[in-house]
């Protein structure tokens, strides 16, 4: 694909985030984070709500239901986009928003283009208890009463057999993300303190492989984030420091785990189907061949899996290391805390917590550019990776951003 001509067409001229808590005393739903994200990025960029022409927001929040959940949106924020939509491949949309919004600027269609995810389940619903029927097959897998990691435990099992991944490879990642976490002040383990291999490998069994801190906490509140896109012939016009999109890709493949078996000759599973190659790979691809970047250019690093495992398997469809060679990557320090790649800086989902939906992941690269981090602040960050997944390693948006045009 010739996409050359979007590389940093657009940037970011602002990101802002809305975190409510489930200890607050007035609990928030999605709906009113979002709006106070975004009233926190009109003030801060300056931008009036007339001027903006298109809407894209994430899938609707599990706790707020209503038919049209873009609609809703424009309704409280009392705008009148001229282009507007949900983008709905799980938290693979969240991106996904941001690249819909690249489009219709590169098009001419709008000069400005908000983009805003949110989620707030944990508040209102119980998640534990309801997340794998929305992420198993109604007729053919939720019979059984499958959880969500069992789910991704199948995919667990054939990685660690076909590459010969062990448990404390897979452990190393749940220590190094709470390194993280302890320095943020939102992060759901920060106060936990630091964890040990054993720690994880001794920890309960949740579903094989996978133990208890193999898998990722919910984030104990909601959050939603807000992000205004222009052309960058105009950014600079109203930011001074714009962050430039300078790469994406979308790749999805499937919506149940079943259905992964019935993939043939679509990347990445050209030779025939896989429970272990992802979309990642291809949307990651596809992003630096647009950005001009590989991964040897990358300062940091953000994604959204929710499993060690799936952590370890990022890491190779990313481009950090060769296919299988995660776990001896993050074995031989390629993510420690101290020297190696800046991955997960929030703590990642193991330990700041999964809230679906996280434009708030590509907000931590663009403070950290910026040096504006709420934790560790990390040097030098000239260019960033996001990528947002979504569903049992189903849909996969990846993202890179610059500090240079």
Same mark, same amino acid.
């Given at each position: !694909? ?103 600027? $590169? ?18 619903? /119980? !998640?534990?208890?309801?997340?794998? $029927? ?25 990685? !660690? +057999? ?21 320095? +943020? ?47 960058? /012939? ?30 043939? $000759? ?23 061949? !647009? ?104 849909? +996969? ?9």
């Amino acid at each position: !694909m010739n996409t050359h001509k979007l590389a940093r067409s657009c940037a970011i001229v602002g990101i802002t985030r809305a975190i409510g808590l489930k200890t607050d005393k007035e609990k928030k739903t999605p709906l009113q984070l979002v709006v106070e994200a975004c009233g926190e990025l009109f003030r801060t960029t300056g931008i009036d709500r007339t001027k903006i022409g298109a809407l894209f927001t994430g899938r609707m929040p599990r706790s707020y239901f209503t038919l049209q959940y873009s609609q809703s949106v424009l309704n409280e924020l009392k705008i009148a986009p001229v282009i507007s939509t949900e983008v709905t491949s799980h938290g693979g949309g969240a991106l996904g928003t941001i690249e819909l919004a690249a489009l219709a600027l $590169n098009a001419g269609l709008v000069d400005y283009a908000l983009c805003v995810t949110g989620e707030a389940s944990p508040i209102w619903i /119980d !998640m534990i208890g309801g997340s794998a $029927n929305w992420e198993a097959d109604l007729q053919f897998e939720a019979p059984y009463g499958p959880t969500t990691p069992s789910l991704y435990a199948q995919s667990a099992c054939r990685y !660690m +057999h076909e590459y010969g991944i062990s448990s404390r490879q897979m452990a190393r990642v749940a220590v190094e993300n709470r390194k993280w976490a302890l320095h +943020h002040p939102y992060a759901a383990m920060h106060k936990k303190g630091e964890i040990t291999v054993d720690d994880v490998v001794n920890s309960p069994m949740i579903a094989s492989p996978l133990h208890l801190l193999d898998c990722a906490p919910w984030f104990p509140g909601g959050i939603a984030s807000a992000a205004l896109i222009t052309r960058a /012939d105009i950014a600079k016009q109203i930011c001074p420091n714009p962050t430039y999109i300078a790469g994406f890709g979308q790749w999805n493949t499937h919506e149940w785990v079943g259905e992964r078996m019935g993939t043939w $000759n679509v990347e990445p599973v050209k030779k025939g189907p896989s429970m272990v190659r992802t979309g990642a790979k291809v949307a990651a691809d596809n992003a630096y061949a !647009m950005s001009g970047l590989s991964a040897a250019d990358i300062n940091i690093a953000e994604t959204s899996v929710p499993f060690t495992f799936a952590n370890l398997l990022m890491l190779e469809e990313l481009g950090f290391c060769g296919e299988g060679e995660g776990g001896r990557f993050v074995e031989s320090g390629g993510i420690d805390f101290d020297g190696g790649l800046p991955f997960n800086t929030t703590g990642g989902y193991l330990s700041f917590g999964q809230s679906g939906q996280g434009l708030y992941l590509l907000k931590e690269i663009v403070d950290q550019m910026w040096n504006q981090a709420e934790g560790k602040p990390i040097a030098g960050v000239e260019n960033g990776l996001v990528h947002g997944h979504g569903g049992p390693l189903g849909c +996969h948006s990846v993202m890179i951003v610059s500090k240079n045009n």
